[in-house]
C-alpha cells in the first residue's frame, strides 16, 4: 500500500513539473518556387508560387504578379512571360511563352522577380533529339487476370537508339499502351507502371512515371534496353492497341531533380535512414528550371 502511495506522489510531482517548450525558432523569410520542365516544339510554362513551412497545411500560394522573363545565351531577353489561369479545376495558373520558338542545343535563362521576394534565377539546355533507331515486341503470353473476366498480357519490347557519344547523357522513357473500348468506341493510353529493376542503370521515375537511365559508361554506340511489360483488359469490351514509348534526352538538371524526387519516394530508411535533398537549381529560391528534347515511336502489340 505504501509503494502505491508512493508512486501516485511521485506521479502528482511530475505533472505539475510539466511546461511546454517553447523553442521560438524563428521561420525563414518564404522564397519564390518556380518549376519548368520546357522542351521543343512546345510554349514554355513557368509555375511561380511561395515556399511554405513544412508545418503549414494550407493549399499551394500561386504568384501571379511575377515578372518572368525569358534570356537566351547571350542575355538578351527573348520574352517576357504572359499569366494565365486556367478555367479548368485542379489546373494551376502559370506563365507562358507565346512567341519564342525553343530550339535543341541552346541555352536559355530565366529570371523571376515578385513583390517581397528575392529575385530568381536559373538556367539550362535543351539537348539534341535522339531518335529511336528499332522499337519491337517479342515473347507474347496471355493469362487470367487478377479480376474475374479480365485477360493479363506479358510482353518484352526492345527499343535501341544511338547514344551522341558526349561525356555523359542523361534520357528518360516512358511508356504508354494503348487500350479500346468497343463499346463507346473510345480508346485511351495507359501509363505502364514498373517494378524495380534490379539493373542499378535503371531508376523508376515515380513522379513522372517510366525509368530514368543514366549513360555512365556508353558513350557513342548504339544501345539497346529490354523492358518486361503487363497489362490487364477485359476481352468482352475491350482491345489491346498499340503500345508508344517517348524518349526523353534530358539536361543534367533535369536527371538529378527526377532522381532526386525518385530516391526520395523510395527511400525506406525511416528516422535513421539516408537523407535525401531535393535538387534545386533556382539561385535564391526553390524548384526547378530543366530542358529535355523528345522522340516518339508506336507498334502494334497483336498483329
Known amino acids: 500500500m505504501r509503494l502505491w502511495i508512493l508512486l501516485l506522489g511521485v506521479l502528482c510531482m511530475a505533472s505539475t513539473c510539466e511546461k511546454p517548450i517553447d523553442l521560438n525558432l524563428p521561420l525563414p523569410d518564404p522564397r519564390l518556387v518556380v518549376v519548368s520542365n520546357f522542351t521543343t516544339d512546345e510554349a514554355m510554362r513557368?509555375?511561380?508560387?511561395?515556399?511554405?513551412?513544412?508545418?503549414?497545411?494550407?493549399?499551394?500560394?500561386?504568384i501571379a504578379d511575377a515578372v518572368v522573363e525569358l534570356f537566351g545565351d547571350d542575355d538578351n531577353v527573348l520574352e517576357q512571360l504572359r499569366l494565365v489561369i486556367p478555367q479548368i479545376n485542379r489546373v494551376s495558373p502559370y506563365y507562358t511563352t507565346e512567341s519564342i520558338a525553343l530550339q535543341p542545343g541552346e541555352t536559355y535563362k530565366l529570371r523571376v522577380s515578385a513583390p517581397g521576394f528575392d529575385t530568381v534565377m536559373s538556367q539550362s539546355q535543351i539537348p539534341a533529339r535522339i531518335q529511336i533507331r528499332d522499337f519491337s515486341v517479342s515473347g507474347l503470353t496471355s493469362g487470367p487476370g487478377s479480376k474475374p473476366g479480365s485477360v493479363r498480357y506479358d510482353y518484352q519490347v526492345l527499343l535501341s537508339f544511338d547514344d551522341p557519344g558526349s561525356l555523359k547523357n542523361y534520357y528518360h522513357l516512358n511508356f504508354y499502351q494503348e487500350v479500346e473500348d468497343v463499346v463507346v468506341e473510345q480508346s485511351y493510353l495507359q501509363p505502364v507502371v514498373f517494378s524495380p529493376f534490379s539493373d542499378n542503370n535503371f531508376l523508376l521515375a515515380y513522379f513522372a512515371g517510366g525509368v530514368l537511365i543514366e549513360d555512365e559508361e556508353i558513350n557513342g554506340q548504339r544501345?539497346?534496353?529490354?523492358?518486361?511489360?503487363?497489362?490487364?483488359?477485359?476481352?468482352?469490351?475491350?482491345?489491346?492497341?498499340?503500345?508508344?514509348?517517348?524518349l526523353r534526352t534530358t539536361s543534367e538538371e533535369y536527371y538529378l531533380f527526377h532522381n532526386s524526387l525518385s530516391r526520395q519516394q523510395s527511400n525506406n530508411g525511416g528516422i535513421n535512414g539516408e537523407p535525401i535533398f531535393i535538387f534545386n537549381n533556382i539561385e535564391n529560391g526553390h524548384g526547378i528550371f530543366a530542358g529535355y528534347?523528345?522522340?516518339?515511336?508506336?507498334l502494334n502489340v497483336i498483329n
Not at 529490354?226 to 492497341?241: A, D, K, W
Not at 528534347?293 to 508506336?298: C, G, K, M
Open 46 to 62: 513557368v509555375r511561380v508560387s511561395r515556399s511554405r513551412s513544412i508545418l503549414d497545411d494550407l493549399p499551394e500560394d500561386y
Open 223 to 246: 544501345v539497346s534496353y529490354s523492358f518486361p511489360m503487363s497489362i490487364e483488359i477485359y476481352p468482352s469490351y475491350q482491345l489491346l492497341g498499340k503500345i508508344y514509348v517517348e
Open 293 to 298: 528534347s523528345f522522340s516518339t515511336d508506336s
